[in-house]
């Protein structure tokens, strides 16, 4: 992981021990879960790795044995806007930020508790952070 002045760009070994935390948890803690979806654009490569390594299929029309994966709850905004319709699916994500988050998902690869915007390896790395999209 190297961390810059505003950003953290998370490796794809990075990606790969979360994705290793994520999967032991769900056997571990969410066995009933059937099936995986990611959530267009960050969640997807996280939920094809999943969807391999646990052997579950990756769909995209929920059940409730659905694991809606995304890379990041920062705000929890979008997590918080699928619930409206599928208030029994499971969440799960790369990273967590409980300081920022007005959601908490079931599961998480890992707690990020600072301010740094995350930037993963399928993403440009002079995307702008949240507060550049502010200004």
Excluded at 31 to 55: E, T, W
Excluded at 86 to 96: I, R
């Amino acid at each position: 992981m190297e961390v810059t002045k505003s950003k953290i760009f998370i490796t794809w070994l990075d990606v790969d021990i979360l994705i290793q935390k994520l999967s032991y948890k769900i056997t571990q803690e969410q066995p009933q879960v059937d099936s995986i979806m990611g959530l267009p654009r960050g969640g997807l490569i996280p939920a094809v790795m999943l969807s391999h390594k646990l052997g579950l299929p990756l769909v995209f029309e929920l059940t409730r044995k659905t694991l809606i994966v995304d890379d990041i709850c920062d705000s929890g905004k979008t997590f918080m806007e699928i619930t409206k319709d599928h208030p029994y699916n499971l969440f799960a994500c790369l990273h967590f930020k409980p300081h920022t988050s007005k959601f908490i998902p079931e599961i998480w690869g890992e707690k990020y508790e600072g301010d740094d915007w995350i930037v993963y390896p399928w993403e440009r790395g002079d995307s702008h952070t949240l507060q550049d999209y502010l200004k």
